[in-house]
């Protein structure tokens, strides 16, 4: 029994934390704090309420990033409990100090923050945890019970009822035995959830088994009767047909354009809750002197408290590149002398090579003109698919509308860049000589400078900015009062890109009749300096796409990392100046409904986004820099040994080429517990008298070696076993090798299975070698190679030759 936890109560002060760790979570356990160990950490009681306080390690969150303190509520917990947790969670965070984030989290219908923390998911245990009992115990097989998997991105498991009745079409149930535990995958679950559900799965069987267990999936039932016959052993015959896909109860994740902010306030002794507002919101509507309430279209409540806000107000509000020009419908290149140089009523395809980790990779962007038509457009996009066909599909596909351009594109043009009014963007120094034309100069360097053509007249003028007026008899450069130092030397090396002329320099409010009469008169413009965007707050949010309900719905991924991208998945990733996302090699989604995706986020964001925000499509293993740079760290290694769903579970876990071998030996399989069920079929008969043994009988697994082709049996005197598991495999000693020290090397690496020497398992051609040969072409010994997870075994074996 684990040793019993010591109570803590905050009321004496703040519970002693490792400073180290960055997760804490605690139970309410008869009205006091209880440690739950670490181990535990996503078991989560139905009848308690937990503490949960996350506080960021890394060295980017330390920097004014904020720690989330939540309190679970489980569906059966007591009323006493959940005013205990909340009493506790408001003297934690007077504690605390500092800025922390108060959440309240109910039972099944959690935060994306507090998912993420457990990202093999969390497990809802019925009950309440015993007096003196642990959250886990490791290694009982004592058990039977039925799990109901559910999500995409955020998995949980659910304790059932131990029927048929609690299966459905669309969701994924374990049937956990204790030393066996049996995947069931509804018809209609996805690939991608089936290898969520198998990850939960196995991170059971290593937590809470030991690794001790073996696992069995069924992805169809007419190819599994063996693990169907012990299914129906236990569950009984199912009669009926399965229950459809059972809906959500929530909205969940739809994205909302409707939001509402409420004033919470106290006027004499009464608490006033109004609404204040509607989106686009701002942040000036919130005082530091009152609390509010930011309900997001029903589905999340944000209370937001002012640091002068009082405390009753708080408990009560708590509850290198290539351009392309469009024309006639068709790419053609540009002259490279005029590459810099666009134009408002035309689309272009830019293409940026560089080199990382050694790879050739690509950029290409497609740039629209504010005048462009909508048949330019729609060509602009067919002829980005065409370019990514010539480059075997290796193009990252970024969407760029003119004026707002990400500052890598700027950068590309070294302060270059010049976009001209009209559809003759080429032809445009020749119009110099016949036109008043007017440049508005913007930027402070080589990364982020650009020139736009604007309408020629005194109104078009702003005091922060730098303007170029070109007429046929003479040039003008204007500095209003605003600008820098900076700006004015970025000026002085572009306009030579738009004329060769010498050009007078004019500061503002010392013009010359000349220049107001080419501008036709003067006129009001804006004259208060501007101050630049600070978007030094802005933290990046990802977000996982799905539009399985015809709408689309984004679940977020809080705290994300690398981890978090799955080769099924459509990922968004928000920066604010850009939208990236990041398309799964296995994804069956298409780039056009892709990118509409990023358009509508835009489109209903509450904070009322602008729709010209650059939308870049990132596919899996062409990540450019300006996407990995958000994470903390990018391991661009990462997929190139990357496993299917299918190969996990022929490779990783046996279950599949298992499945025969459960069969011949279920006989010996031991599971605690069994029901007598008069309906179970004779191979399951067999596992349930086998149960009736010495407990000490395990499942025996691993090769079966031919003596002079003879079959050798799996008897206790020919062979040495170990018990079996996803995680340990037994490997039977073979009377052949064991005599004369084992095969050649080169008569098993690398062979196919005809060409083996007579009694070699093709399927455990490593066990054939000495073990000398073995230490030395594994670089370990062959105990240490058969307690490896199968998974591993299995990619070692590939590398060698031994597959």
């Not at 949980?156 to 956990?176: C, P, Q, R, Y």
């Not at 360097?445 to 003479?474: C, G, K, M, Q, Y």
Request: charged letters at 20%.
């Amino acid at each position: 029994m684990a040793e019993r936890p010591m109570r803590m109560d905050t009321n004496k002060g703040l519970p002693a934390m490792e400073s180290h760790r960055d997760l804490h979570i605690w139970i309410i356990e008869n009205l006091k704090m209880v440690p739950v160990p670490r181990r535990a950490y996503r078991n989560f009681f139905e009848e308690h309420c937990y503490i949960v306080l996350h506080v960021p390690q890394s060295l980017k969150a330390t920097q004014g990033a904020s720690k989330d303190l939540h309190y679970w509520v489980g569906k059966e917990a007591s009323r006493d409990a959940e005013d205990a947790a909340g009493s506790f969670v408001q003297h934690l965070q007077e504690a605390l100090g500092g800025a922390t984030v108060q959440h309240r989290e109910a039972q099944g219908h959690e935060s994306a923050c507090f998912l993420s923390y457990f990202r093999r998911g969390i497990i809802y245990r019925k009950g309440g945890l015993a007096s003196g009992l642990s959250h886990v115990e490791t290694n009982m097989y004592n058990i039977q019970r039925l799990l109901h998997i559910r999500g995409r991105k955020h998995v949980s498991a659910a304790e059932v009822e131990l029927s048929w009745n609690s299966f459905n079409k669309g969701d994924i149930f374990l049937l956990d035995l204790g030393r066996m535990m049996i995947q069931w995958n509804g018809p209609k679950t996805s690939i991608a959830e089936k290898a969520r559900g198998l990850a939960l799965t196995r991170s059971l069987q290593d937590q809470e088994r030991g690794g001790r267990a073996q696992i069995g999936v069924v992805d169809d039932e007419a190819k599994a009767t063996d693990l169907m016959q012990i299914m129906e052993a236990v569950l009984g015959c199912r009669v009926g047909n399965l229950h459809a896909t059972t809906p959500t109860k929530s909205i969940n994740q739809l994205q909302k354009p409707s939001v509402r902010l409420y004033h919470v306030y106290e006027k004499g002794k009464d608490l006033v809750v109004q609404e204040l507002a509607t989106c686009p919101l701002t942040q000036d509507l919130l005082q530091k002197e009152d609390c509010y309430i930011l309900d997001q279209g029903g589905f999340k409540i944000y209370v937001w408290q002012g640091c002068m806000s009082s405390l009753q107000e708080k408990k009560a509000s708590f509850r290198r590149a290539l351009v392309w020009c469009i024309q006639d419908l068709r790419r053609q290149p540009v002259d490279p002398k005029h590459r810099g140089q666009l134009c408002a009523g035309s689309c272009y395809l830019v293409l940026y090579t560089y080199r990382n980790m050694g790879h050739i990779q690509y950029l290409l962007y497609l740039w629209q003109g504010l005048q462009a038509s909508a048949q330019e457009i729609k060509a602009l996009s067919s002829n980005a698919e065409e370019l990514d066909l010539l480059y075997h599909g290796a193009l990252v596909h970024e969407h760029v509308t003119m004026g707002s351009e990400p500052p890598h594109f700027l950068a590309i043009f070294q302060g270059q860049l010049v976009v001209f009014q009209g559809s003759t963007a080429h032809s445009g120094k020749e119009q110099l000589t016949s036109a008043t034309r007017l440049f508005h100069m913007r930027g402070t360097d080589n990364h982020n400078t650009w020139t736009e053509e604007v309408p020629a007249r005194a109104s078009s003028l702003n005091s922060s900015d730098i303007f170029l007026l070109v007429t046929a008899s003479f040039c003008y450069l204007w500095f209003g009062k605003g600008c820098s130092g900076d700006q004015r030397e970025m000026a002085r090396t572009v306009v030579t890109v738009i004329s060769k002329e010498n050009k007078e320099i004019v500061l503002e409010g010392q013009e010359p009749p000349h220049f107001w009469e080419a501008l036709g008169g003067r006129a009001p413009y804006p004259s208060n300096k501007r101050l630049p965007v600070d978007m030094s707050g802005f933290q990046p949010r990802l977000f996982e796409c799905s539009s399985q309900t015809g709408h689309l719905v984004l679940t977020e991924v809080v705290f994300f990392s690398q981890e978090d991208l799955d080769k099924y998945d459509v990922m968004l990733l928000d920066t604010w100046q850009e939208i990236f996302l990041w398309l799964g090699e296995a994804a069956s989604q298409q780039k056009q409904e892709v990118v509409a995706w990023g358009q509508e986020y835009l489109r209903t964001h509450p904070a009322g986004r602008s729709l010209a925000t650059p939308i870049v499509l990132v596919k899996q293993g062409h990540e450019p820099p300006t996407f990995t740079g958000w994470f903390l760290t990018w391991d661009p290694y990462k997929w190139t040994n990357n496993q299917s769903y299918e190969e996990v579970v022929e490779g990783s876990l046996g279950a599949v080429s298992a499945i025969s071998e459960i069969t011949a030996e279920i006989n010996n399989f031991q599971m605690s517990r069994w029901p007598v069920s008069g309906r179970a079929g004779p191979l399951a008969q067999q596992a349930l008298k086998g149960s009736e043994d010495s407990s000490e009988n395990e499942l025996e697994l691993g090769p079966k070696a031919d003596c002079g082709g003879a079959s050798t049996s799996r008897s206790t005197s020919t062979s040495t076993s170990t018990s079996t598991s996803t995680s340990t495999s037994s490997y039977p000693s073979s009377p052949r090798c064991v005599s004369n020290g084992g095969l050649p090397r080169e008569q098993l690496m690398h062979q196919a299975a005809e060409d083996l020497p007579e009694g070699v398992d093709p399927a455990h051609k490593e066990f054939y070698l000495s073990d000398s040969d073995f230490q030395d072409i594994f670089g370990k010994s062959k105990e240490e190679f058969y307690s490896m997870a199968k998974w591993r075994q299995q990619q070692q074996k590939k590398q060698l030759g031994f597959f």
